[in-house]
């Protein structure tokens, strides 16, 4: 096991009574759970976030914690929090990296694995 490792599982959401496909502004949320799986103690700083829609438009989005915390978390603890992006095309993707400093000081960064966001129904 690596002393400085954290993970992060993702589950998505369509607010179709948020959105207006008309005006193409798709709404989703996306429930993040980050987990401290390495040996050592750490805080997440800030986030990075690479959105990306289907006519590969890019938005990135850096900012400090994540809703408004900076979670510290013991090996084997989480967190979870739930936000939300929107796209003007029906499907896209997000992926990005927090950065993290452990209790011995020493700084990191978690990979955020590409996520799809995505109309029900749409993907094959």
Not at 31 to 48: E, F, L, M, P
Not at 78 to 91: D, H, V
Request: charged share 15%; glycine share 6%.
């Amino acid at each position: 096991m690596a002393a400085y490792e954290i993970s992060v599982s993702v589950a998505t959401q369509y607010l179709k009574d948020q959105s207006d496909p008309e005006q193409n502004n798709f709404v989703f949320a996306y429930t993040i759970t980050i987990k401290n799986t390495g040996t050592v103690a750490a805080q997440v700083i800030s986030r990075h976030w690479i959105i990306t829609d289907s006519t590969n438009h890019v938005e990135e989005v850096k900012g400090l914690g994540v809703v408004g915390h900076q979670p510290f978390l013991a090996p084997g603890q989480s967190f979870e929090y739930t936000s939300g992006s929107s796209l003007r095309t029906p499907q896209g993707s997000m992926k990005g990296t927090y950065f993290c400093v452990a209790e011995d000081a020493h700084r990191f960064e978690a990979e955020i694995p590409e996520f799809v966001l995505s109309l029900p129904r749409t993907l094959h």
